[in-house]
């Protein structure tokens, strides 16, 4: 309801001429989300747009439109599809996708606790299928935690993972251009590696792998590997802390898929798995079988990269 009233459409109101819109479902600080009916194909879907109050944020602005047109690019099935974009009356930027029903990462953590072995590495195994697409076409997400990945299902009712929020993705194209500026800290710093924070200009796909292995560690362990009560804490255990071995902190862990989880997490990004795949591939035994057929397809994207 809070929502609602802090939104500035309503249910019912038709946008571009042709979206009405059915439910507010979320309004951030920049940015709206509510689900809506297109009216000439019949379809519900998702739209995406920023508020008044951001259009005056070039940033903002070029960060909205660098995730729809990152999240354009990955066909992979494990990414929310973008099906539409273009541009409101009040000259606010939207997008569509896909909608989708079901809950995030964070939520579904937040409601059980520490997750099943074999289900986590589940989850991550078909998020690593949708980030190493995007490495093989230049894309590095940068913001990846539990929140953005959301646990939808498919028409057979089955749970399939979508990544969302390609927002402060960077290009490692020449092309791509440079969100970030010097004094900007883009991302969830409890989820960001190293080099993110010190250097951010520099990030290569192996942060996105620091990620996986922070994401890893919390969902199996119910905690965070890198804690502090204040960002200069929280940075400088990430700088130079180490975590709690995760078999440590739960038996069920194996002691291999512990180390795999380590290796994630090395503060020398060489001394991580060097791709995607290789993380993918290293995980599959632990994963439920419909997802052991994922690492040949990375290796393929791998190699295309």
């Not at 479902?25 to 109050?53: I, T, Y």
């Not at 354009?72 to 997008?95: C, N, Q, W, Y």
């Not at 059980?112 to 195994?125: A, I, K, N």
Request: charged content about 25%; hydrophobic content about 45%.
């Amino acid at each position: 309801m809070a929502d609602e009233v802090s939104s500035p459409v309503r249910e019912g109101e038709v946008l571009a001429r042709k979206y009405r819109v059915e439910k507010v479902l979320g309004v951030g600080g920049m940015g709206v989300v509510v689900s809506a009916m297109h009216l000439q194909l019949d379809q519900r879907v998702a739209l995406k747009f920023l508020l008044p109050s951001a259009l005056a944020h070039a940033d903002v602005v070029e960060r909205f439109a660098r995730e729809a047109r990152a999240a354009a690019r990955i066909k992979s099935e494990h990414v929310a599809r973008v099906i539409d974009v273009g541009e409101l009356d009040t000259g606010s930027p939207f997008m569509v996708m896909e909608f989708l029903e079901g809950e995030d990462l964070a939520r579904v953590s937040s409601r059980r606790g520490p997750l099943p072995v074999t289900e986590t590495v589940g989850y991550v195994l078909e998020a690593c299928d949708a980030i190493a697409e995007a490495h093989a076409a230049g894309i590095i997400h940068r913001d990846l935690k539990p929140s953005n990945l959301f646990v939808a299902k498919r028409a057979d009712h089955t749970p399939i993972v979508k990544v969302l929020d390609f927002g402060i993705s960077k290009s490692t194209s020449a092309a791509g251009g440079q969100l970030t500026s010097t004094q900007a800290l883009l991302g969830s710093p409890l989820y960001m590696s190293p080099e993110q924070m010190t250097a951010s200009r520099t990030v290569d796909p192996r942060s996105d792998i620091w990620a996986l292995g922070v994401i890893l560690y919390e969902l199996l362990s119910g905690r965070m590997p890198f804690i502090g009560e204040t960002m200069p804490e929280l940075v400088a255990a990430v700088l130079s802390a180490t975590p709690v071995p995760l078999t440590d902190l739960r038996l069920e862990v194996p002691a291999p898929l512990g180390a795999i989880v380590a290796r994630c997490l090395e503060k020398d990004r060489a001394a991580r798995f060097a791709s995607v795949a290789a993380l993918a591939t290293a995980l599959a035994p632990w994963g439920p079988e419909e997802t052991r057929r994922l690492p040949a397809a990375l290796d393929r994207k791998d190699a295309a990269a």
